[in-house]
């Protein structure tokens, strides 16, 4: 290409005359050494694991007493606090903001009679529930407490005894975010927080 433009240029003199003919660049030639190298890609960005889903048990009676979801005549109600990230005893309500989108929790307080290995339909009116869902939605969040009777899905109590609890949770959280197996640590019971999902 190159040649070719000085060609062109000596035949412009040769056919114009003596006068001087001034060739403005039309390409820039100072590009890299290997111009068949293309330009590496940006980085991707790192894609970022969602937190581990993670669940603990505490009895009614052993609540902080600014835990906000309700009060219980029976002591021994067991609630069961489902959330998206990692949860310390003693647990905390979550509230949905725009400044702690994607998160949700699930609260169920369940009544001492089915601390017991097996099938729980959730719609049962003696289980009371709050739940909250923070997600991006152009641009900031929203979210939703409830504390009524009776819930959806269900809720199998595989194994209970005085440290922790594996249980199966189905059909549960506004969009089904909730659902999973879950082991289940009692306050008060064990050292750290336990995962499931």
């Known amino acids: 290409m190159k040649r070719m433009i000085l060609a062109l240029g000596v035949i412009a003199i040769a056919s114009t005359g003596c006068d001087e003919i001034v060739f403005e ?9 290997d111009p068949g190298t293309p330009p590496s890609p940006s980085e991707p960005e790192e894609d970022v694991e969602p937190p581990t889903p993670s669940a603990i048990a505490i009895r009614a009676g052993d609540l902080p007493p600014d835990f906000n979801f309700s009060t219980f005549e029976d002591p021994d109600t067991l609630l069961l606090v489902f959330n998206s990230d990692v949860q310390e005893c003693p647990p905390t309500v979550i509230e949905a903001t725009c400044d702690n989108a994607p998160i949700w929790q699930l609260i169920l307080a369940l009544p001492p009679e089915l601390d017991i290995p097996g ?9 009371h529930f709050y739940e909250t869902l923070s997600e991006d939605a152009n641009g900031c969040a929203f979210g939703f407490g409830r504390g009524f009777l009776g819930y959806r899905g269900t809720l199998e109590i595989v194994s209970t005894d005085e440290t922790s609890l594996f249980v199966k949770l189905r059909g549960a959280g506004m969009k089904d975010q909730a659902s999973g197996d879950y082991t289940v640590q009692r306050c008060g019971a064990a050292t750290g927080p336990a995962t499931g999902g």
């Open 25 to 33: 660049p039309v390409f820039d030639w100072t590009s890299p050494s």
């Open 119 to 127: 099938l729980i339909d959730l719609s049962d009116d003696r289980i």
